[in-house]
C-alpha cells in the first residue's frame, strides 16, 4: 500500500511539474536535440546555452540578476518596514482599522494592469521609469497586504500584557514596538520577509511596463532571447531555469519554516 502511495505521489508530482522538467531539459539540449521530431527525452547534456546566456553582451543576463536582486531586497525591506508598525497601530490603537485595513487588503482583489497607466504617468513625472528604486516601491505595494495582514493577525495573538510590562519599566511606544515585540516576532517577520521576497522577484508585469534597459528584472530579460531573426529556444530556457532557480531554492529550504511561523504566536502556554 505504501509504494502505491509513492507511485501516485510521483506521477502526480511529475505531471504538475511537466512544463518544468520540459524547460530544464531544452536548456541541456543541443540545438539539433531540441528541434528533432520526435522530441528526444534521451540524449546528451550541454551547457553551452548556459554558457550563450551569461556571456552575451547585446543580453546582459547577469545584470538582470543583479537587478532583481537589489529590487526583491528593496522591495520587501520597504514593505516590512511600513507594515510593521502599521499592523501594531492598527492592532493595538485600532488606526485604520475600518478603513486603511480593507482598503489595502483589497487591493490584492485588483488586477494589477488597472494600474500601469497611471504608475507609468507617475513614474515619469517622478524619473522614476527605468530605476531599481520605482521598480521597488511597487513591490513594496503588491507586498504590503500580505505583510500587513500576516502581522496584524500575529500582534493580535501577541499578549497585551508584554507591552504593559514594557511600559511600566519606561518604554515608550517605539520602544515597545522596535525592542520588545520586533526581536519576539523574528520568526513572522522572517516568513513575511521570504514570501515577500519570491513575490517580487516573480514581478513581470511592471517589469515589462515601466523598464527598457537599466532596470529590467530577470523576468523580463529572459524575454529578450526572442528577436526578429527567430526564437533561441535553447537560451530563453537556460535564462528562464537560471532565473527560477533562486525563488525555488529559498521555497524549498524554508517551507517548513514557513508554515511554523505562520503559525506560531510569541507565547505559547
Not at 500580505?146 to 511606544?173: H, K, N, S, Y
Not at 515585540?181 to 513581470?204: D, K, M, Q, R, T
Not at 531573426?229 to 530563453?236: C, E, L, S, T, Y
Request: net charge positive.
Amino acid at each position: 500500500m505504501k509504494l502505491v502511495r509513492w507511485v501516485v505521489f510521483i506521477l502526480v508530482a511529475l505531471l504538475f511539474n511537466f512544463p518544468i522538467i520540459a524547460t530544464i531539459a531544452t536548456s541541456l539540449k543541443t540545438n539539433a536535440d531540441i528541434y528533432a521530431s520526435p522530441p528526444l527525452w534521451i540524449f546528451t547534456p550541454t551547457l553551452q546555452h548556459y554558457q550563450a546566456v551569461v556571456s552575451d553582451q547585446t543580453v546582459n543576463f547577469p545584470r538582470f540578476l543583479v537587478n532583481s536582486v537589489v529590487i526583491a531586497l528593496l522591495g520587501t525591506t520597504f514593505a516590512l518596514v511600513l507594515a510593521f508598525p502599521a499592523a501594531y497601530g492598527i492592532v493595538r490603537f485600532g488606526i485604520g482599522k475600518r478603513f486603511l485595513l480593507p482598503i489595502v487588503t483589497n487591493l490584492r482583489t485588483i488586477p494589477l494592469i488597472i494600474f500601469a497607466i497611471p504608475f507609468y504617468l507617475m513614474f515619469q513625472l517622478l524619473g522614476l521609469l527605468d530605476s531599481r528604486v520605482g521598480l521597488a516601491l511597487i513591490a513594496c505595494l503588491i507586498n504590503l497586504p500580505l505583510a500587513l495582514v500576516t502581522l496584524v493577525g500575529f500582534i493580535q495573538d501577541f499578549p497585551l500584557e508584554i507591552d504593559e510590562a514594557a511600559r511600566v519599566d519606561g518604554a515608550t511606544t517605539w520602544q515597545v514596538l522596535w525592542r520588545v515585540l520586533l526581536p519576539l516576532s523574528s520568526g513572522v517577520v522572517a516568513s513575511v520577509a521570504i514570501l515577500s521576497f519570491i513575490y517580487s522577484w516573480n514581478e513581470f508585469l511592471f517589469g515589462l511596463i515601466l523598464t527598457t534597459q537599466n532596470a529590467t528584472p530577470v523576468t523580463v530579460g529572459a524575454t529578450l532571447f526572442i528577436t526578429s531573426w527567430g526564437v533561441k529556444w535553447g537560451q530563453i530556457a537556460a535564462a528562464m531555469t537560471l532565473s527560477a532557480l533562486p525563488p525555488a531554492l529559498l521555497g524549498a529550504l524554508s517551507y517548513r519554516y514557513l508554515a511554523k511561523a505562520l503559525t506560531s504566536g510569541a507565547v505559547k502556554g
